[in-house]
């Protein structure tokens, strides 16, 4: 039953109920529904990058299955005190209303104690195998650990570039049905482009489109992109090595994708840098890229990228 808070949110109120209306592709889909088919479920590791519906999919199929389930977000509740509480008072009682085993969802997996709750959660797996089943979701599936690998089965949320195509419509459709039953004014070629911004990651077009969609319409207007946001000046700033103008400039242009922002930056570097520092642009430009996956305050990663850039290359004046 979702919160009053939540019903306000896309994310929430449209999300699925049934595997047919995941956004998925037809390999993952046929593997989910024959699981649903053989009405076993089993203990699982969904693993692959944020957005892709995994937690999303772990609920469509108890839905399905109409198996008690309990969502834990191991961002959240990471200690082990959850097992010891809230996990094993729900695992090891036995469900009122369904002849199937209860479900853990165990959000954010891979962000459990690696030390403690995960070595822990192996025990919990077998010690009530008769009664429970555990889904665990990761964006990282390395930062959980072999035993648990080793005790689900592990799925991976892989999209190629055959089946983005195919995905990105599926979802267009999906989203123009929401925008209309919102009453949100909109134009199917802007909508496009905002999904080919951000996919696969469908929560985050979904989130875009509730932000943008406030004024009643969403159109041309709300693609600004990164020429609009006058990538000039973010290089002015780094040639002057002005840390107030390049942080001025980050807090101006935040709702750019840091991934385009770093992106822009290597794109220019041959023009605006000395060749020398090219090699050291380069590696800085790939480590907080990367960093961007992990950190909760992307701002201040990409404010502590400009100041490497500052402090470690040479500028052409």
């Not at 964006?139 to 005790?151: D, G, M, Q, T």
């Not at 267009?172 to 919102?182: A, D, G, P, Y």
């Not at 790939?286 to 850039?309: G, P």
């Amino acid at each position: 039953m979702l919160t009053n808070s939540n019903e306000f949110l896309w994310v929430e109120k449209y999300r699925p109920q049934i595997l047919d209306d995941c956004i998925l592709p037809e390999g993952l889909l046929k593997t989910f529904k024959s699981i649903v088919e053989s009405g076993e479920m089993q203990n699982m590791l969904l693993t692959g990058t944020a957005g892709l519906g995994k937690t999303t999919v772990a609920r469509a199929m108890c839905n399905m299955l109409d198996l008690d389930y309990m969502i834990i977000n191991g961002s959240e509740e990471s200690g082990i005190d959850v097992l010891r509480t809230k996990i094993r008072q729900f695992a090891s009682s036995v469900s009122l209303h369904s002849r199937g085993p209860k479900v853990i969802i165990l959000d954010e997996a891979d962000y459990l104690n690696p030390s403690s709750t995960q070595p822990a959660l192996r025990g919990f797996i077998e010690e009530f195998s008769n009664n429970c089943r555990f889904i665990l979701t990761c964006n990282f599936k390395n930062r959980v650990i072999e035993p648990l690998h080793s005790r689900c089965a592990v799925i991976e949320f892989n999209t190629s570039k055959k089946q983005m195509a195919s995905l990105a419509n599926a979802f267009l459709k999906r989203l123009e049905f929401i925008l209309k039953s919102e009453g949100i004014q909109y134009e199917q070629a802007v909508v496009a482009e905002l999904i080919l911004r951000f996919a696969p990651d469908w929560r985050r077009v979904l989130n875009e489109c509730q932000r943008y969609s406030v004024s009643g319409k969403i159109d041309k207007g709300i693609l600004a992109n990164l020429s609009d946001a006058n990538i000039t000046l973010l290089i002015k700033a780094l040639k002057d090595k002005d840390f107030k103008a390049g942080r001025a400039w980050v807090v101006n242009n935040i709702d750019s994708e840091p991934a385009a922002i770093f992106r822009k930056i290597y794109d220019n570097m041959t023009e605006h840098a000395n060749p020398d520092s090219i090699p050291n642009i380069v590696v800085i430009l790939a480590n907080y890229q990367y960093k961007d996956a992990f950190v909760a305050d992307h701002e201040l990663n990409l404010v502590a990228c400009i100041t490497e850039l500052m402090a470690c290359a040479e500028w052409k004046q």
